[in-house]
């Protein structure tokens, strides 16, 4: 990876990180100023506060702290300190238990409206995605079992309607997960209608570990662009060997290149080695030498790269791609569907994980989710907004669990405070914290070595 790959991932990974630590934060401070708890610190980041201004009429302070992390909002509470009697009614720890639990929930519940707000924007501006066009399926797979033709386009599953690659994968991951036998309905060409059925309860949990639509052997179809340069990347090893856009690819090591995807497969399977490139360039032919980089794909994988992107051909990109847009009030509609049902799944998710079901191989750390953020943001802003999405889900969907520490932990306490009539006792809680950091911390542990794992065996 170069060192301008890296500030890239990071630039990408952090303005991510920020933008929804500040949403669930701001969660919890809209909520506290609607119940009027005084706020002493807004802070993005723990630890030592790197920067720091007082600002409004409680002089609230907001911070940008050292560890980028997660965040936190500090309010005016006796527990933590002596409080002035004439302030003693804006101490969160003398709000009533409705109040205090609307403070705790509006964190989580605001990354859950950010997520809804980021897919009724795009479902709204319109998202340019593949055509569900299946290509020839992999030998061995359900798949290739089943017969499932090469240029079919998915139409249905099990009745759902599909009309891209995204949600035709979506809709897959779902009946994987209940292990259901699904009925695929395609069409071709000639406006044939096939329908095959595949019997999801013979996988096993790889197909969750992995790409499910590898293991399942559903791979989309990808046109055969000319290997004409539409991008070099500044800072590549392309760049470097003084390619440019609009050259033609015409043989690599002395081997005729055709099609993009044969020079592609070429640079991918060459590793460090270098190239001799024969190149097109108007009416000028020339050669250029030129050593790939190697960079790790979604997973961890090692791949070998130059830097370089085909040209836009906007026939077959008519071809393949298909504009998802909707009107404002069916965007909504989409838009909390989706969050909805990509909560549910992530819960689901980590039940099936504790129960075993699923490996908990699943589970990743920032240094996965700082690669998916570079990847996304390279990919344009639609993607990296659906990126933004996933993660806003994720987050509020983990801090709502039950483990002391988090949001959800702080609920239960209030639950079995009204149902036993009073708070409990500083023993019980601080047994709860320690425990609640206890699985935080092992979690951690888990999603850091998965993320090294990754990296080291691809």
């Given amino acids: 990876m170069t060192f301008v790959g890296f500030l ?23 909520a506290a100023r609607s119940c009027n708890v005084k706020i002493l610190r807004f802070s993005v980041g723990f630890g030592r506060p790197l920067w720091m201004r007082s600002y409004g009429r409680d002089a609230t302070e907001w911070a940008l702290s050292v560890f980028p992390l997660g965040g936190y909002v500090k309010m005016l509470d006796e527990r933590e300190g002596e409080v002035p009697k004439h302030e003693l009614g804006r101490a969160f720890n003398r709000q009533s238990v409705l109040k205090r639990s609307l403070i705790v929930v509006a964190g989580p519940l605001a990354n859950l409206f950010f997520a809804v707000v980021l897919y009724w924007f795009l479902f709204i501006n319109g998202v340019e995605e593949p055509r569900p066009i299946l290509a020839a399926p992999v030998a061995g797979t359900l798949a290739a079992e089943a017969k499932v033709g090469a240029g079919e386009t998915a139409r249905s599953v099990s009745g759902i309607p599909v009309t891209t690659w995204t949600e035709l994968r979506w809709e897959m991951l779902r009946h994987i997960l209940d292990r259901e036998t699904v009925q695929l309905e395609t069409i071709d060409a000639r406006g044939n209608i096939a329908v095959y059925r595949l019997e999801l309860g013979r996988l096993d949990t790889e197909a969750l570990e992995t790409d499910p639509m590898q293991v399942l052997g559903l791979r989309l179809m990808r046109p055969d662009l000319p290997p004409v340069l539409g991008n070099v990347q500044v800072g590549s090893p392309a760049a470097a060997a003084g390619l440019l856009p609009n050259d033609r690819i015409i043989a ?174 500083e023993r019980v809680m601080e047994i709860g914290q320690q425990i609640g950091l206890t699985l935080l911390a092992l979690l951690m542990a888990l999603a850091f070595y998965n993320d090294i794992n990754r990296l080291v065996s691809g």
């Fill in 252 to 425: 690599l090591d002395g081997q005729a290149i055709a099609a993009w995807h044969e020079l592609a497969r070429s640079i991918r399977a060459a590793g460090t080695r270098e190239l001799t490139l024969d190149v097109q360039r108007g009416a000028m032919q020339l050669q250029v030498r030129v050593v790939p980089e190697i960079i790790e794909e979604r997973g961890g994988k090692p791949v070998a790269r130059i830097g370089i992107a085909v040209r836009d051909d906007p026939e077959l990109r008519k071809n393949a791609l298909v504009t998802v847009r909707y009107g404002v009030g069916v965007s909504l509609q989409r838009a909390l569907a989706q969050t909805w049902e990509t909560s549910v799944l992530s819960l689901r998710m980590m039940g099936r994980m504790l129960m075993g079901e699923i490996s908990l191989k699943n589970v990743s750390g920032p240094v996965t989710i700082a690669d998916y953020a570079g990847q996304s943001a390279r990919m344009g802003s639609d993607h990296f907004f659906r990126f933004l999405a996933l993660i806003s889900i994720s987050l509020g969907v983990l801090n709502l669990l039950p483990i002391p520490v988090l949001d959800g932990g702080h609920l239960m306490y209030y639950l079995v405070e009204v149902i036993k009539g009073g708070p409990l006792s």
């Fill in 8 to 30: 890239w991932i990071l630039g990408a990974f952090l303005l991510a990180l920020g933008v929804l630590i500040i949403v669930h934060e701001l969660g919890h401070y809209a």
